[in-house]
């Protein structure tokens, strides 16, 4: 079963309509197959507007991603939703466009590139996570450690003995 395909042979008859439609679909039906996108549903509302010469589709895409925080590799994700408009035409005579095959309008290809592109990368728990301490390798969002403290100790005394010398 697929529900993102359209047939729009009704539509295609009259430029200048304008239909919405929402669609749902999974991860899985879409043969998706990426760490950050767990299997679940994928929800697409679109509007399309018919032209002469084939239909732009309009709207977004939304689905749950999943990944690990940069800093301190919790868990991290959630839904997210990515803006998509494409244009699909029976004849292709624009090179960005998608083909448009007997009067279906497969949607599968528009939602897979939206949701693979726009996946969110490298991102943090919060925007203050304190991450792991690069000296000693301890979660600082649980243990502070007292490495910073003594990186600076260091350069004071490093700053100290200079005076020294200087004298
Ligand atoms: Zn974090
Ligand atoms: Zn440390």
């Known amino acids: 079963m697929?529900?993102?395909?359209?047939?729009?042979?009704?539509?295609?008859?009259?430029?200048?309509?304008?239909?919405?439609?929402?669609?749902?679909?999974?991860?899985?039906?879409?043969?998706?197959?990426?760490?950050?996108?767990?299997?679940?549903?994928?929800r697409v509302n679109v509007r399309l507007d018919v032209l002469s010469d084939g239909v732009v589709v309009a709207g977004t895409v939304h689905a749950i991603w999943k990944g690990e925080c940069r800093r301190c590799l919790s868990p991290v994700g959630g839904p997210f939703e990515v803006p998509v408009q494409e244009i699909y035409q029976s004849k292709v005579t624009?090179?960005?466009?998608?083909?448009?095959?007997?009067?279906?309008?497969?949607?599968?290809?528009?939602?897979?590139?939206?949701l693979l592109l726009d996946t969110p990368v490298a991102p943090i728990c919060r925007e203050d996570c304190a991450g792991f301490c690069p000296v000693c390798g301890a979660d600082r969002n649980l243990t502070p450690c007292t490495c910073v403290a003594e990186v600076r100790d260091e350069r004071w005394s490093a700053l100290d003995t200079l005076r020294d010398e200087s004298r």
């Open 2 to 42: 697929n529900s993102l395909i359209l047939n729009v042979a009704e539509l295609l008859r009259k430029p200048g309509t304008e239909r919405a439609f929402q669609l749902e679909s999974t991860i899985e039906a879409l043969g998706i197959i990426e760490v950050r996108l767990p299997p679940g549903a994928v």
């Open 94 to 114: 624009n090179p960005d466009a998608f083909p448009l095959e007997r009067d279906q309008l497969d949607l599968r290809p528009m939602v897979r590139e939206a």
